[in-house]
């Protein structure tokens, strides 16, 4: 482990020793280098900038235009009550005169049960009579 720290330390003087050793071409060249790394990082970062600018813009606009158009379009369950969408056909009243004509039948459909009551009935008195007479045309003769 030893040496292996002894070789660190060797290779850390050599790169120190060879910075110095540089050349002034070497030193202009890291020099334009970092400059140029500087420039990209800064392009970079201006381009994340407009495009998180541009997203936050383009989702204030499409916020400002859903509120805006709450106010001119509608849309639900009950735009038949809206005067722009009303028209002759209206379902209030359509179901109204349903349970109208749902009486009209119902009622009728006990007329109809009362008079049929009442003509099983007349028959049954009728035939209740015939007996009755001959019953009493028999008892006569």
Known sequence: MENKIKDWEGKKEKSKGEQFNLSEEQKENQESNKQNLIKKFRKKSLFRFKLATLLLLSFLVGV???????????????????????????????????????????????????????????????????????????NTN
């Open 64 to 138: 400002l235009i859903k509120v805006e158009a709450k106010n001119y379009i509608t849309i639900g369950a009950e735009d038949y009550k809206l005067k722009k969408y009303q028209s002759d056909f209206k379902l209030s009243s359509q179901n109204k005169q349903e349970e109208a004509d749902l009486k009209k039948v119902e009622e009728k459909d006990q007329t109809d049960e009362k008079v049929k009551k009442e003509i099983e009935n007349s028959e049954e008195n009728q035939i209740e009579e015939e007996i009755k007479e001959e019953e009493k045309g028999e």
